[in-house]
């Protein structure tokens, strides 16, 4: 099972095991990780599972789609490695991946 | 569970969920318990409509969090336990099995139940609703054996069900009682786009036209009298006339329900140390866009949970929130910002054949709501133009080169 890393604004590491498939949105909140809260069920809808992608793992992800690019636009403290995790499932791709919380 | 809690939320939907979840998650000095009618652990109702049904998304995703999570939790989860009557002097509620449990502050979060339809016929084996997960279950169960499906409703859930059961290959009819579908939550190019898009996939629409009878054949349903006179053949029936809400026991311990038990911006009711959020729930403040109207969305009972939740720690209120609503139907994806209410001026953007475009709403200069069809860009900028202004800028905002997201700084450089 892929591990995933959130970090939070203050420091705080959570290192989380993933199951095959399921999203990034999905372990943040039946982790309880601050700051994530996938209001919309991963709908591309809310901009609430907001995450900067650390920067190392940028370009090892697939791409964002046009909608959630459009999403992305509106969220607080947007950057260039900004991602809403649930587009991002887990597969042994993204084992070992750190994604920030913005404060 | 325990007798006393310092918080006890009734209902475990999206907003006695999360209410229990923010106050857990907050530090909350307290005890807190959650107490539902549904036997199932706290769930997500979205997926029931859309793709449950049609077996994309299995049981595991519609969980609110992990059976382990509960028991890990601060919060004490009771399942299966209706509470019918309140005693809001004595601090008390009383279960269906006759518990009583006591309390230092409630939240009522019982949700709403499918307005049943006043026809004969309506108690047939194959008549059924949709707004639980045991509800569901049926549904997606009978789908599997029925040929022919008949719709009662042309809102949110009757069209999200018409396009699960096409997608599961049975041939569907929806009966609207209005002129258009989705009459009270979009306008007549919305309305106009869908109907024809579930046209295409095959599925016969009776718009303007009510049921005057459900027909069996001994027990089972076999069709639709329709107020035309037409009967609709059909294996099972699925009503989607609205929801009513479960507000009885406040109603009867004395707090006012209008449509819903009103609550104040702070979500109290005006019974004592009783809130109340979510589907139930309506608000009595004129300061809002919203006042006098029951909102009935994932959002709005979130944005209740985190009010309920600042009020009961002495928090500062949440700003208010722009509602907003989706809908999944086939491969269409419509998002609203807004209230789609007391317009009288709208603005289309782009084209509907194309099968992208947004329409905006507009009380005079102001905008009222945005519907994005397939433009997830449209909603995201459309969202932060409710509410403003934009005299001066129509063009702008018809306009497909430009994105609403110019119109927004137009306007605010504008002082408008």
Same mark, same amino acid.
């Given at each position: 099972?892929?591990? %995933?890393?959130?970090?939070?604004?203050?420091?705080?590491?959570?290192?989380?095991?993933?199951?095959?498939?399921?999203? #990034?949105?999905?372990?943040?909140?039946?982790?309880? %990780?601050?700051?994530?809260?996938?209001?919309?069920?991963?709908?591309?809808?809310?901009?609430?599972?907001?995450?900067?992608?650390?920067?190392?793992?940028?370009?090892?992800?697939?791409?964002?789609?046009?909608?959630?690019?459009?999403?992305?636009?509106? %969220?607080?403290?947007?950057?260039?490695?900004?991602? #809403?995790?649930?587009?991002?499932?887990?597969?042994?791709?993204?084992?070992? #991946?750190?994604?920030?919380?913005?404060? | 569970?325990?007798?006393?809690?310092?918080?006890?939320?009734?209902?475990?939907?999206?907003?006695?969920?999360?209410?229990?979840?923010?106050?857990?998650?907050?530090?909350?000095?307290?005890?807190?318990?959650?107490?539902?009618?549904?036997?199932?652990?706290?769930?997500?109702?979205?997926?029931?409509?859309?793709?449950?049904?049609?077996?994309?998304?299995?049981?595991?995703?519609?969980?609110?969090?992990?059976?382990?999570?509960?028991?890990?939790?601060?919060?004490?989860?009771?399942?299966?336990?209706?509470?019918?009557?309140?005693?809001?002097?004595?601090?008390?509620?009383?279960?269906?099995?006759?518990?009583?449990?006591?309390?230092?502050?409630?939240?009522?979060?019982?949700?709403?139940?499918?307005?049943?339809?006043?026809?004969?016929?309506?108690?047939?084996?194959?008549?059924?609703?949709?707004?639980?997960?045991?509800?569901?279950?049926?549904?997606?169960?009978?789908?599997?054996?029925?040929?022919?499906?008949?719709?009662?409703?042309?809102?949110?859930?009757?069209?999200?069900?018409?396009?699960?059961?096409?997608?599961?290959?049975?041939? +569907?009819?929806?009966?609207?009682?209005?002129?258009?579908?989705?009459?009270?939550?979009?306008?007549?190019?919305?309305?106009?786009?869908?109907?024809?898009?579930?046209?295409?996939?095959?599925?016969?629409?009776?718009?303007?036209?009510?049921?005057?009878?459900?027909?069996?054949?001994?027990?089972?349903?076999?069709?639709?009298?329709?107020?035309?006179?037409?009967?609709?053949?059909?294996?099972?029936?699925?009503?989607?006339?609205?929801?009513?809400?479960?507000?009885?026991?406040?109603?009867?311990?004395?707090?006012?329900?209008?449509?819903?038990?009103?609550?104040?911006?702070?979500?109290?009711?005006?019974?004592?140390?009783?809130?109340?959020?979510?589907?139930?729930?309506?608000?009595?403040?004129?300061?809002?866009?919203?006042?006098?109207?029951?909102?009935?969305?994932?959002?709005?009972?979130?944005?209740?949970?985190?009010?309920?939740?600042?009020?009961?720690?002495?928090?500062?209120?949440?700003?208010?929130?722009?509602?907003?609503?989706?809908?999944?139907?086939?491969?269409?994806?419509?998002?609203?910002?807004?209230?789609?209410?007391?317009?009288?001026?709208? +603005?289309?953007?782009?084209?509907?054949?194309?099968?992208?475009?947004?329409?905006?709403?507009?009380?005079?200069?102001?905008?009222?709501?945005?519907?994005?069809?397939?433009?997830?860009?449209?909603?995201?900028?459309?969202?932060?133009?409710?509410?403003?202004?934009?005299?001066?800028?129509?063009?702008?905002?018809?306009?497909?080169?430009?994105?609403?997201?110019? +119109?927004?700084?137009?306007?605010?450089?504008?002082?408008?």
């Amino acid at each position: 099972m892929p591990t %995933v890393t959130f970090v939070s604004a203050d420091g705080d590491r959570r290192i989380l095991e993933a199951r095959e498939g399921e999203t #990034l949105m999905s372990v943040a909140v039946r982790n309880g %990780v601050p700051g994530i809260e996938g209001e919309c069920g991963g709908e591309l809808s809310c901009g609430t599972c907001h995450v900067h992608v650390a920067e190392d793992w940028s370009d090892r992800l697939k791409p964002a789609s046009d909608d959630e690019t459009d999403m992305l636009e509106v %969220v607080d403290s947007p950057s260039a490695r900004s991602r #809403l995790c649930c587009q991002i499932r887990a597969s042994s791709a993204v084992d070992g #991946l750190v994604l920030e919380v913005p404060a | 569970m325990r007798n006393h809690h310092d918080v006890l939320v009734v209902g475990t939907g999206p907003a006695g969920t999360q209410v229990a979840l923010g106050l857990a998650a907050g530090g909350f000095a307290g005890s807190i318990g959650l107490v539902g009618a549904e036997p199932e652990l706290p769930y997500e109702r979205p997926p029931l409509s859309k793709g449950y049904l049609t077996g994309d998304c299995g049981e595991d995703a519609l969980l609110t969090r992990p059976a382990t999570f509960w028991s890990d939790s601060p919060v004490d989860l009771r399942l299966g336990a209706a509470v019918t009557s309140v005693n809001p002097a004595a601090h008390r509620v009383r279960t269906a099995e006759n518990k009583v449990m006591s309390y230092g502050s409630l939240v009522w979060a019982a949700g709403c139940r499918p307005r049943r339809l006043e026809v004969a016929g309506a108690e047939l084996d194959g008549v059924l609703a949709l707004r639980s997960w045991q509800d569901a279950k049926n549904l997606r169960e009978s789908l599997g054996r029925a040929d022919r499906v008949a719709v009662i409703g042309g809102g949110y859930i009757g069209l999200e069900v018409a396009a699960a059961a096409t997608k599961l290959g049975a041939r +569907v009819t929806v009966v609207e009682a209005q002129e258009r579908l989705l009459a009270r939550v979009a306008g007549h190019t919305v309305a106009e786009y869908v109907a024809q898009r579930h046209v295409a996939a095959g599925v016969r629409l009776k718009v303007g036209t009510g049921v005057t009878e459900i027909l069996g054949d001994g027990s089972s349903v076999v069709g639709v009298r329709l107020s035309s006179g037409e009967i609709v053949d059909a294996d099972i029936v699925v009503v989607g006339v609205g929801v009513v809400p479960n507000v009885e026991p406040l109603a009867a311990a004395g707090a006012t329900c209008r449509n819903g038990v009103v609550v104040d911006e702070g979500c109290r009711t005006d019974l004592p140390d009783v809130l109340a959020a979510g589907d139930c729930a309506v608000l009595g403040d004129p300061g809002s866009s919203a006042n006098g109207l029951r909102i009935e969305s994932i959002q709005n009972a979130s944005a209740h949970a985190k009010m309920v939740v600042a009020t009961l720690m002495g928090h500062p209120r949440p700003a208010r929130e722009t509602p907003w609503f989706w809908s999944n139907q086939y491969d269409l994806k419509l998002k609203t910002a807004g209230l789609t209410v007391q317009y009288d001026n709208v +603005v289309l953007r782009g084209e509907p054949d194309s099968g992208q475009f947004a329409v905006v709403y507009l009380r005079g200069d102001v905008v009222v709501a945005v519907d994005a069809m397939n433009s997830a860009r449209d909603f995201a900028h459309g969202k932060a133009l409710v509410g403003v202004n934009v005299r001066g800028l129509q063009d702008m905002v018809a306009d497909t080169a430009v994105p609403l997201k110019l +119109v927004l700084s137009s306007a605010h450089e504008g002082g408008a």
